[in-house]
């Protein structure tokens, strides 16, 4: 099989890389036709976030790009060029590059995607070491990567006409067809006062659960990440427009909007940011 290059090792040239996936960008469409696609990789030989290799990757089809489902997810990349771009090495794809992600989940086998080529049980080795790695994670990583912009709020601050990152749990899935009609139902634990009560209605409820619709018909990161979420999957949504649809308060994920599914069996992920630490640890004692 093909040798495989530690992160601190590479230099200008073709090479091979397995590691872990610590930060993405959904597919965007560029001014051209293609769309382009950021990966970012680290494995055991980087001293820090700040070393991890990013890959920049363009193909004129969304289904040419590799399926990621979560961060943390494994990542092996055959014949990925590496040259310097802002005074640092990243990855470019050439007409042979080739990928395969796995799941980095401890309790799930490690299966590579069907016609994945080069398969060995060397390769079997690499994922359950990087399995160990994941478990291993600092616990900070760059804020580039991870920290949502601004000052993240609870649901139930939520304002019409405005932009925001949350941290939410999915209560709801519902998948149409097409799949951009879709849309989920999140919330993050806290309470807003009731439409009733506010209205003076006797007898009302003062508090109700600030859950929330989100949709994202223009967004294909969005549509993309619907196969891997079930209910209880946590999301992170970073500049999502909150618009008033059907007399009630709706996230919208548009096309500046990223979406990000935080994988529910990696804890660690969960505490690898002081946002993320701070966020989780309030949402979950207001939930349970």
């Not at 949502?148 to 019409?160: E, Q």
Request: charge should be positive.
């Amino acid at each position: 099989g093909p040798e495989y290059h530690t992160i601190d090792s590479l230099g200008k040239g073709i090479a091979n890389v397995f590691g872990v996936i610590v930060g993405y960008k959904h597919p965007e469409r560029t001014m051209g036709t293609d769309f382009r696609m950021s990966v970012v990789v680290a494995d055991p030989s980087i001293g820090s976030m700040s070393d991890a290799l990013t890959l920049a990757l363009f193909y004129p089809r969304l289904e040419d790009f590799p399926v990621i489902t979560a961060l943390g997810d494994i990542i092996r990349v055959h014949n990925i060029k590496i040259m310097p771009f802002n005074k640092q090495l990243q990855g470019f794809k050439t007409r042979g590059t080739t990928f395969a992600v796995v799941s980095s989940c401890p309790s799930a086998p490690v299966r590579f995607p069907e016609g994945a080529a080069h398969t060995s049980r060397r390769d079997l080795a690499a994922a359950f070491t990087l399995r160990r790695f994941v478990a291993d994670l600092p616990k900070a990583l760059d804020p580039s990567v991870a920290k949502p912009n601004g000052y993240v709020k609870s649901l139930c601050d939520m304002r019409a006409d405005t932009f925001s990152d949350c941290v939410c749990m999915v209560s709801e899935l519902h998948i149409s067809d097409p799949p951009n009609l879709s849309w989920l139902v999140v919330s993050d634990g806290s309470k807003r006062l009731t439409k009733e009560f506010l209205d003076g209605v006797p007898g009302a409820a003062k508090h109700e659960d600030a859950s929330m619709r989100v949709h994202g018909m223009y967004s294909p990161s969005f549509v993309q990440l619907l196969p891997s979420l079930s209910i209880g999957s946590w999301l992170m949504l970073r500049n999502a427009q909150f618009v008033v649809r059907d007399e009630r308060l709706c996230a919208m994920v548009a096309n500046k909007s990223t979406i990000i599914h935080v994988r529910e069996s990696l804890p660690g992920i969960r505490a690898r940011n002081a946002y993320a630490q701070r966020m989780y640890s309030r949402v979950v004692a207001m939930m349970y």
